[in-house]
């Protein structure tokens, strides 16, 4: 059975700085990308960032391009989202996903998998 637990939210100052982190079981993942995604109330899923297993291609949202960071790593098999100079509408829960094999960013639609998420709260 697929199991994607995220870990390392909190809550944070505006500048500050998160790492969340994906451990992900039950198969392996290395045709398809993972991508961590963000969800306030009253709001569609977005992407946020992904990431191919194969050669660590990476694509991120325009809202976090030079802030955030993601990474895997193979022998744990995690997938981490480092989060830096945070902004108070970074604040949301964060979700880490398997995507469709072959892309590198998608609609929430089209992922595989879930984690249930974890909260992150930026404070200006």
């Known amino acids: 059975q697929v199991q994607l637990v995220e870990s390392g939210g909190g809550s944070v100052q505006a500048g500050g700085s998160l790492r969340l982190s994906c451990a992900a079981s039950?198969?392996?993942?290395?045709?398809?990308?993972m991508g961590w995604f963000r969800q306030v109330p009253g709001k569609a899923r977005e992407f946020v960032a992904s990431?191919?297993?194969?050669?660590?291609?990476?694509y991120y949202a325009n809202f976090v391009k030079g802030r955030f960071t993601i990474s895997t790593d193979i022998a744990k098999n995690t997938v981490d989202l480092q989060m830096n100079s945070l902004k108070p509408e970074d604040t949301a829960v964060y979700y880490c996903?398997?995507?469709?094999?072959?892309?590198?960013?998608w609609g929430s639609g089209l992922s595989n998998y879930w984690g249930q998420g974890t909260q992150v709260t930026v404070s200006s």
């Open positions: 996903s398997v995507g469709p094999s072959g892309f590198l960013s």
């Open positions: 039950g198969r392996t993942f290395s045709s398809y990308p």
């Open positions: 990431i191919t297993w194969s050669d660590s291609r990476t």
